[in-house]
C-alpha cells in the first residue's frame, strides 16, 4: 500500500517517532543518506508562493541523491487545463513522490487516490503537518522529550497550524493548548480527533479563549501570522481581534522558566509577536526553520520505505528507515 502524509494523523505514534529518530539522525550525517539515487525525482508543485517549504525540499531532495522538480504557480496544466486525477495518473509514473502545497484538502485526497507513489502535503487550507514535524523536532532537541510537555498556540486557532498542531502534538503525546478569540478557534471535529489521538498517548487538548490559562506554566509558546495568504483584504480588521492575543515578553513570562518560542514564519514583528521575543533568547524560530530540511528528508524516505518503493538495504536491524542506505 502507498503510504501519503496528508495530515498529521497519517502517522501514528510510533512511526511519528521514528521519524523524528530518523530526522535526527539524517542532521547528524547530512549528506549520508541517499534513498534517492538514481537519481529519482521528486514533483514538489506550489499553488501558493513558498520560501521555506520551496528550499527545504529542494536541497532535501538533492541532499537524498535525487533530483528535485520544482513546479511554481501556473506552470503546469493542474488546476486549470486538466484534472487532478489525470495529473496523478501521469506524473506519479514518472516522479518517486509528489509534494504539493494547494488549498484544498479534498484535492490532496484525490491526488494521493490516484497517485502510484507517495503524495506529501506540503500546505493546505486545512493542515501544515510538514512544519509539525519540524516543530516536533526542535522541541525535542531543546526540551529532551516530547511526552508530557506543554505547547500552546495562540491567535488565529481557526487556521491550519492550529489544526495541525493539535493532530501532531497530540500524536507525540504532548499536552496541547489551542488558544484564541471567540470565531476563531479549531473546528470541533478536529479538536476531537486530538482529543482521541491524546487519549492514546497520553496527552491532552485544551481549547480556549482564556489566554491566561493557555499560557500559565507552558514549555512551549507559538504563534502564526494573522493575516494569512489570501486574508489580506482583512487585515484591519484581524489585527483588531487578534491583538489581545499577542506574544510579547509579558506573555512569556507567564510561561514555565526555560519555555521555548517557535514560529514557523514568515513573521509580522508588532503583531502575533513582539521583536524582542522572535529576537530574544527564547526564541528558536531558525532552529525550526531548518528543521523543515531534516524532517522532510526523513519524511519522504520514512513514505518510500513504507510504501516498498526504496531499497532497505540493512532490513535485519530494527529501526529499519533509520539505516536506509547510509553512508558512515
Ligand atoms: N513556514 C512555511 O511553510 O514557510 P513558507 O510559506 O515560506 O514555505
Same mark, same amino acid.
Request: aromatic share 6%; hydrophobic share 40%; with cysteine.
Given at each position: 500500500?502507498?503510504?501519503?502524509?496528508?495530515?498529521?494523523?497519517?502517522?501514528? /505514534?510510533?512511526?511519528?517517532?521514528?521519524? #523524528?529518530?530518523?530526522?535526527?539522525?539524517?542532521?547528524?550525517?547530512?549528506?549520508?543518506?541517499?534513498?534517492?539515487?538514481?537519481?529519482?525525482?521528486?514533483?514538489? =508543485?506550489?499553488?501558493?508562493?513558498?520560501?521555506?517549504?520551496?528550499? +527545504?525540499?529542494?536541497?532535501?531532495?538533492?541532499?537524498?541523491?535525487?533530483?528535485?522538480?520544482?513546479?511554481?504557480?501556473?506552470?503546469?496544466?493542474?488546476?486549470?487545463? &486538466?484534472?487532478?486525477?489525470?495529473?496523478?495518473?501521469?506524473?506519479?509514473?514518472?516522479? +518517486?513522490?509528489?509534494?504539493?502545497?494547494?488549498?484544498?484538502?479534498?484535492?490532496?485526497?484525490? %491526488?494521493?487516490?490516484?497517485?502510484?507513489?507517495?503524495?506529501?502535503?506540503?500546505?493546505?487550507?486545512?493542515?501544515?503537518?510538514?512544519?509539525? #514535524?519540524?516543530?516536533?523536532?526542535?522541541?525535542?532537541?531543546?526540551?529532551?522529550?516530547?511526552?508530557?510537555?506543554?505547547?500552546?498556540?495562540?491567535?488565529?486557532?481557526?487556521?491550519?497550524?492550529?489544526? +495541525?498542531?493539535?493532530?501532531?502534538?497530540?500524536?507525540?503525546?504532548?499536552?496541547?493548548?489551542?488558544?484564541?478569540?471567540?470565531?476563531?478557534?479549531?473546528?470541533?471535529?478536529?479538536?476531537?480527533?486530538?482529543?482521541?489521538?491524546?487519549?492514546?498517548?497520553?496527552?491532552?487538548?485544551?481549547?480556549?479563549?482564556?489566554?491566561?490559562?493557555?499560557?500559565?506554566?507552558?514549555?512551549?509558546?507559538?504563534?502564526?501570522?494573522?493575516? +494569512?495568504?489570501?486574508?489580506?483584504?482583512?487585515? &484591519?480588521?484581524?489585527?483588531?481581534?487578534?491583538?489581545?492575543?499577542?506574544?510579547?515578553?509579558?506573555? %512569556?513570562?507567564?510561561?514555565?522558566?526555560?519555555? =521555548?518560542?517557535?514560529?514557523?514564519? /514568515?513573521?509580522?514583528?508588532?503583531?502575533?509577536?513582539?521583536?524582542?521575543?522572535?529576537?530574544?533568547?527564547?526564541?528558536?524560530?531558525?532552529?525550526?526553520?531548518?528543521?523543515?530540511?531534516?524532517?522532510?528528508?526523513?519524511? %519522504?524516505?520514512?513514505?518510500?520505505?513504507?510504501?516498498?518503493?526504496?531499497?532497505?538495504?540493512?532490513?535485519?536491524?530494527?529501526?529499519?528507515?533509520?539505516?536506509?542506505?547510509?553512508?558512515?
Amino acid at each position: 500500500m502507498v503510504r501519503h502524509f496528508l495530515k498529521d494523523t497519517d502517522l501514528n /505514534p510510533q512511526e511519528q517517532a521514528r521519524v #523524528l529518530d530518523l530526522a535526527a539522525a539524517m542532521k547528524a550525517n547530512r549528506y549520508g543518506y541517499k534513498p534517492l539515487a538514481g537519481p529519482q525525482t521528486v514533483a514538489v =508543485i506550489f499553488d501558493k508562493t513558498s520560501t521555506r517549504t520551496r528550499f +527545504s525540499f529542494h536541497a532535501g531532495v538533492a541532499e537524498l541523491g535525487g533530483n528535485p522538480l520544482i513546479v511554481n504557480p501556473g506552470e503546469a496544466q493542474l488546476g486549470h487545463k &486538466e484534472s487532478i486525477c489525470d495529473t496523478a495518473q501521469v506524473i506519479s509514473r514518472m516522479v +518517486s513522490t509528489i509534494v504539493w502545497r494547494t488549498y484544498s484538502q479534498s484535492g490532496l485526497e484525490e %491526488m494521493a487516490r490516484y497517485s502510484r507513489v507517495p503524495v506529501i502535503n506540503a500546505l493546505s487550507d486545512d493542515y501544515h503537518p510538514c512544519q509539525i #514535524l519540524a516543530d516536533l523536532l526542535t522541541i525535542r532537541e531543546h526540551l529532551g522529550q516530547l511526552a508530557g510537555k506543554t505547547v500552546t498556540y495562540l491567535g488565529d486557532a481557526a487556521n491550519n497550524m492550529a489544526n +495541525s498542531y493539535l493532530l501532531g502534538c497530540a500524536t507525540a503525546g504532548m499536552h496541547v493548548r489551542i488558544a484564541g478569540p471567540e470565531g476563531y478557534l479549531p473546528a470541533p471535529a478536529i479538536a476531537q480527533e486530538a482529543q482521541q489521538r491524546a487519549a492514546e498517548t497520553g496527552g491532552s487538548v485544551l481549547v480556549t479563549t482564556d489566554m491566561d490559562q493557555a499560557l500559565s506554566g507552558a514549555d512551549v509558546i507559538i504563534t502564526d501570522t494573522w493575516v +494569512s495568504m489570501g486574508q489580506e483584504d482583512e487585515k &484591519e480588521a484581524r489585527t483588531r481581534i487578534f491583538a489581545p492575543y499577542t506574544v510579547d515578553a509579558k506573555a %512569556m513570562a507567564q510561561a514555565a522558566p526555560g519555555a =521555548i518560542f517557535l514560529h514557523c514564519l /514568515p513573521a509580522y514583528r508588532g503583531y502575533e509577536v513582539t521583536a524582542d521575543v522572535i529576537d530574544g533568547p527564547q526564541s528558536l524560530v531558525f532552529d525550526e526553520a531548518e528543521n523543515r530540511l531534516h524532517a522532510q528528508k526523513a519524511l %519522504m524516505t520514512f513514505l518510500l520505505v513504507e510504501s516498498g518503493l526504496a531499497e532497505d538495504r540493512r532490513t535485519a536491524l530494527p529501526s529499519v528507515a533509520l539505516t536506509l542506505n547510509e553512508e558512515k
